[in-house]
């Protein structure tokens, strides 16, 4: 019988960390991907699923975690599937060294510098009404992260 291994992911997998889980701030950012992409805001996904702003505003920071019945909804609202939210997780990026920083507030700071940065240049991104412009600019923006 073969027994299973245990891996260097199974510390990402099995956290019991009080910050945030990796997956937890990979699905809240592809939520807030997603709702800013489709052009809703927090209230109106919020509206939709009978929580308040604040609540959605916890998920895509990932102060609070997406039930799975919750994430499906996001699903149906933001004509997405599921899987949607863990596409592009990887989980080697995370190995154990996020684990145990001497202040676990400083981690969800500069998480949540991150988003709201990233929040910036999706709204600029999506500002730009030329769709050739905009391609332009995403190719740009390639060539700068490959180098």
Do not use: C, W
Not at 31 to 45: A, N
Not at 61 to 85: C, E, G, H, M, T
Request: hydrophobic fraction near 35%; aromatic fraction near 10%; avoid cysteine.
């Amino acid at each position: 019988m073969k027994q299973n291994r245990i891996t260097k992911l199974d510390p990402v997998i099995f956290s019991n960390s009080d910050s945030p889980h990796p997956i937890d701030i990979h699905v809240g950012q592809k939520l807030r991907e997603r709702r800013i992409r489709v052009g809703m805001s927090q209230e109106k996904l919020a509206e939709a699923t009978g929580v308040t702003f604040q609540q959605i505003q916890k998920y895509e920071i990932a102060k609070n975690r997406v039930s799975a019945s919750r994430l499906f909804q996001f699903s149906i609202l933001l004509n997405v599937s599921v899987d949607y939210f863990f596409n592009d997780f990887n989980p080697v990026e995370y190995d154990d060294s996020h684990q145990g920083l001497s202040d676990n507030k400083q981690e969800a700071f500069v998480s949540d510098v991150r988003m709201r940065e990233e929040r910036k240049v999706l709204d600029a991104y999506f500002a730009i009404s030329n769709e050739k412009a905009r391609k332009s600019l995403l190719k740009t923006m390639k060539t700068f992260a490959d180098s």
